[in-house]
């Protein structure tokens, strides 16, 4: 367990109003969560601290060989007072196997969970409660030695910060604009694909700025090596329902293993919906609605939670799904996720865990 030391600060930030639209990840808390590593000593000094800049070497190696990783993910503070964290564990998880993959120390499990639960019971205040609002999480890792040279760093540094956020986009639970791209490949099967790293996202930026100037919200991306079997969007999970049946594109070594996306296949099983993780094509989702089968496609993902998609663009083709407006399935997932996250649901998968 953490011996976390607390400075609060003496100068504390006003709280946004409560009817202030909140533009996601502009506004920060009051605190931020420090942890050093050093080789040979471990990880070490874990204090919560004012919020602040970081003062590092220009020759940190986090600059020129881009050995960080990020995790997301959200408190929700419930009716009765209660703060819910939605599946911390499966963040863990996921930044030990990032760490992993790029060779940065791993930080236990319970540790990670323990950081983030203290840092928010110091920002509580900052939980927004307005229908649709919460506290964003992002924790993350960053090398730091002062070093030019291709290895490993010796030293890093483990921080989170915290910033209440409303809808992730300004469509909210509008359908979204896809665009989908197949020039551009973002990740390969044994790349760092499948890691939450800022490089994946850095990759993306290109057809990001593509896919904007043609009013489009975001990018789907399509394999590496094919160029024609669909893996995800920029920001989220991708799924589609055709002709009853949920597929998702199965995790091949390339493709996020998202805490919704996970979530999303155990509610969708439950209520007895077939739910298929495998290899599908860009053609085949095209067949399928020029078949009209195609019935619903939607996002999912920590910052958007559900996101539902109510057009596609692939090369000089345009697929509107449905009628234009959020499909049954994707708002039955978000009335149930968001109902479990915001503690207004029964949680049968004891998915939700309490910050006391």
């Not at 931020?32 to 220009?58: A, H």
């Not at 509008?174 to 790293?197: F, H, Q, S, T």
Request: glycine share 8%.
């Amino acid at each position: 367990m953490l011996d976390i030391k607390i400075i609060k600060t003496d100068a504390p930030k006003k709280l946004p109003d409560k009817d202030d639209p909140l533009t996601f990840g502009t506004i920060f808390t009051d605190h931020m969560f420090v942890m050093d590593y050093k080789e040979g000593i471990g990880w070490y000094d874990p204090r919560i601290i004012p919020y602040q800049p970081i003062s590092l070497e220009p020759s940190a190696m986090v600059f020129h060989y881009g050995q960080e990783m990020f995790e997301g993910l959200k408190a929700y503070k419930a009716k009765d007072g209660r703060i819910l964290l939605f599946r911390p564990d499966m963040n863990a998880k996921r930044t030990i196997k990032t760490c992993r993959r790029l060779s940065i120390p791993e930080i236990p499990e319970e540790d990670f969970i323990q950081a983030i639960k203290e840092l928010v019971k110091v920002d509580k205040d900052w939980i927004p409660t307005r229908e649709g609002t919460s506290l964003y999480i992002r924790p993350f890792i960053i090398a730091t030695d002062p070093f030019l040279g291709v290895r490993p760093s010796h030293t890093y540094k483990f921080i989170i910060i915290l910033s209440p956020v409303g809808a992730y986009y300004p469509e909210g639970l509008n359908p979204v604009r896809i665009w989908i791209e197949d020039e551009y490949v973002r990740a390969v099967k044994g790349g760092i694909g499948e890691a939450k790293a800022g490089g994946n996202y850095a990759a993306s930026l290109n057809a990001q700025i593509k896919a904007h100037n043609e009013g489009y919200s975001q990018v789907l991306w399509l394999d590496g090596v094919h160029r024609k079997y669909i893996e995800e969007v920029g920001s989220m999970n991708i799924f589609f329902k055709i002709d009853g049946v949920v597929v998702t594109p199965e995790l091949s070594g390339s493709i996020l293993p998202g805490v919704t996306r996970d979530s999303v296949i155990k509610l969708c099983r439950s209520w007895g919906l077939t739910v298929e993780e495998r290899l599908i094509s860009i053609e085949e989702v095209f067949e399928a609605h020029k078949d009209g089968k195609l019935e619903e496609v939607f996002g999912t993902g920590t910052a958007a939670v559900i996101s539902p998609v109510g057009l596609l663009r692939w090369q000089d083709h345009i697929m509107q799904i449905g009628d234009g407006n959020i499909g049954p399935l994707s708002r039955k997932l978000y009335d149930n996720l968001t109902g479990i996250q915001y503690g207004e649901l029964e949680d049968i998968f004891n998915w939700t865990v309490e910050v006391e």
